[in-house]
């Protein structure tokens, strides 16, 4: 007697896959196998040799099955999310005007700073004539942003403070802070935004400003700007060691019953002890310059924002850079198993970005 061999179903998702003989075996069914082991989420679409299928259509024929989130452009049409990243040139706010509400979980960028550096286009945000052009300038891209981050969606933004050049532009005395990165965060609140925290860049290794009449500036601010009062925050992604070694306390020393630190113990219970795997992140984080090698200048090391990635968007999600640049967010959402969306005004940036993002996905497969 002579078996028939099966034909081949290779099942793909993001960076996974998996080949399944073929028998009399649906998509949905191929999906339910699939689904733990190569984490696809239930929103996932099937498409067989490129084409949108049915759940319930059985190839027999085999071919190549991926799972693709519809995260899309207005109308419907798909962005190729069964990649682990894509990259738009253009304009920030034309391009974020074209992508579905609610299509990405959580954005981390950081925008041109005000008069500071040239990238070539009259066009572009920094370039504006005074500090309150360039602030609702910014406004106007994170009102997109708000749109199309989910409802407990988070954008955190990197913006360091500057020192005013001119009263006429900054609108304060030269030599003064110009307190950028406050009246950002404040023209946001004012436009919608949750101000959920502020963070410090602390900087160990950058070189000194050469002030002479004050202390030399080694920080910046990370503000963390939430669309709604309840945005998804996953701590246990985030906790660090304790400093010292934690002791129990009686419980009248925390005033909830479930505290984030230290967990949750019967109500009966007259102690309450350690969270195992150690405490909240706090807001002050120590991250050398690190040195990129590539044309653009204005780069973040991906260390720095990889606990921003894990703890506002879930694996396989979506993290969204509007300022990409050479994508230092998608380095570090890669590293982090998730995907990424990034927007440049510069197709060179763009191609020197796709460059090292492919480059990070060779060293993880």
């Known amino acids: 007697m002579i078996m028939k061999t099966p034909n081949v179903l290779s099942v793909t998702y993001w960076m996974y896959e998996a080949v399944l003989p073929c028998y009399d075996i649906s998509v949905k069914e191929c999906y339910e196998g699939c689904r733990q082991m190569m984490g696809i989420p239930p929103e996932a679409q099937p498409y067989l040799n490129g084409h949108l299928c049915d759940w319930n259509h059985i190839p027999l024929s085999g071919g190549r099955l991926e799972f693709v989130v519809p995260c899309g452009r207005k109308g419907g049409e ?91 532009s900054a609108g304060v005395l030269k030599g003064n802070l110009m307190q950028l990165p406050d009246r950002l965060a404040m023209a946001l609140v004012a436009d919608g935004w949750n101000y959920r925290q502020e963070n410090i860049w ?124 050479a994508a230092s967010t998608g380095v570090a959402a890669l590293n982090n198993g998730r995907r990424y969306v990034g927007i440049d005004l510069y197709e060179e940036y763009n191609k020197e970005a796709e460059r090292r993002l492919r480059d990070v996905l060779r060293g993880l497969i």
């Open 202 to 325: 602390d900087k160990p290794n950058r070189h000194p400003d050469g002030a002479r009449c004050r202390p030399s500036s080694c920080t910046e601010k990370i503000l963390m700007m939430t669309k709604s009062s309840k945005n998804y925050y996953d701590i246990d992604s985030v906790r660090v060691p304790y400093v010292t070694n934690p002791r129990v306390k009686k419980r009248s020393d925390y005033s909830t019953y479930d505290h984030p630190e230290i967990g949750s113990n019967s109500i009966g219970s007259k102690l309450v002890y350690p969270h195992p795997d150690g405490k909240n992140i706090r807001n002050v984080w120590r991250v050398n310059v690190g040195h990129y090698a590539g044309s653009h200048k204005a780069t973040f090391p991906p260390e720095l924002i990889e606990p921003c990635i894990r703890c506002s968007a879930p694996r396989n999600g979506i993290v969204l850079d509007c300022f990409s640049g």
């Open 78 to 168: 798909p962005l190729p999310h069964n990649t682990p990243f894509s990259l738009f040139t253009g304009d920030s706010l034309d391009v974020l005007s074209q992508f579905d509400d609610g299509s990405v979980d959580c954005c981390v960028t950081s925008p041109p700073y005000f008069n500071l550096r040239r990238y070539g286009n009259l066009q572009e945000i920094g370039k504006e004539e005074t500090l309150a052009e360039y602030i609702q300038n910014l406004v106007r891209v994170f009102r997109e942003v708000k749109r199309v981050i989910r409802d407990d969606g988070t954008c955190w933004i990197v913006i360091g403070d500057q020192y005013s050049r001119s009263l006429k």
